[in-house]
T-cell receptor, first 116, second 115 residues
Framework: EAQVTQNPRYLITVTGKKLTVTCSQNMNHEYMSWYRQDPGLGLRQIYYSMNVEVTDKGDVPEGYKVSRKEKRNFPLILESPSPNQTSLYFC???????????????FGSGTQLSVL | AQSVAQPEDQVNVAEGNPLTVKCTYSVSGNPYLFWYVQYPNRGLQFLLKYITGDNLVKGSYGFEAEFNKSQTSFHLKKPSALVSDSALYFCAVRGEGRNTDKLIFGTGTRLQVFP
């Protein structure tokens, strides 16, 4: 089954404790992206990747890191989480490497992160 | 800058009645427009898109959307609502210029269909 898989689904952590949220897709998509969803703000893009070893900042990249060493994986790293990073996070992928102009995004089921 | 607006936080409709979820956009060129739906505890799912051509776009689950260039709108519609349509709906537009690699999402509209 074609899918985007995120882990974990729920995560509670404390301020400053490094964490990684994993994302994997099995559709051979070139484009991958991370979003955070907050009430009243919709989805905001954190980072995206056009292909292996190519990443770029989205609208809210501060406090986050990503890597794209393999085509299928795009982990999101919080080196020193803070309470304002408490949010619902989504990973997404798309077929086109040169942007998502005409192609739909496939989303993971989300990771609810709470930073205490 | 490119943007989309969803003026209603929530839309309530009775089952069997037609529904409309509103979206307006702001871009300088020709818009690429999308609708996504988010069911509880799930990620977003693609419903439909408009790139060019017929102003009435048909999508998944019986939804359609009407592109209106003069009103810069892309409203989502369904002739007869189902309780199972209750979800969070997001309108999105592709960025322009240096931002063509991203989708810009609205804040979402919660649709509640009552039996």
């Amino acid at each position: 089954e074609a899918q985007v898989t995120q882990n974990p689904r729920y995560l509670i952590t404390v301020t400053g404790k490094k964490l990684t949220v994993t994302c994997s897709q099995n559709m051979n998509h070139e484009y991958m992206s991370w979003y955070r969803q907050d009430p009243g703000l919709g989805l905001r893009q954190i980072y995206y990747s056009m292909n292996v070893e190519v990443t770029d900042k989205g609208d809210v990249p501060e406090g986050y890191k990503v890597s794209r060493k393999e085509k299928r994986n795009f982990p999101l790293i919080l080196e020193s989480p803070s309470p304002n990073q408490t949010s619902l996070y989504f990973c997404a992928s798309s077929l086109m490497g040169r942007g998502v102009g005409g192609e739909k995004l496939f989303f993971g089921s989300g990771t609810q992160l709470s930073v205490l | 800058a490119q943007s989309v607006a969803q003026p209603e936080d929530q839309v309530n409709v009775a089952e069997g009645n037609p529904l409309t979820v509103k979206c307006t956009y702001s871009v300088s060129g020709n818009p690429y427009l999308f609708w996504y739906v988010q069911y509880p505890n799930r990620g977003l799912q693609f419903l439909l898109k408009y790139i060019t051509g017929d102003n009435l776009v048909k999508g998944s689950y019986g939804f359609e959307a009407e592109f209106n260039k003069s009103q810069t709108s892309f409203h989502l519609k369904k002739p007869s609502a189902l309780v199972s349509d209750s979800a969070l709906y997001f309108c999105a537009v592709r960025g322009e210029g240096r931002n063509t690699d991203k989708l810009i999402f609205g804040t979402g509209t919660r649709l509640q269909v009552f039996p």
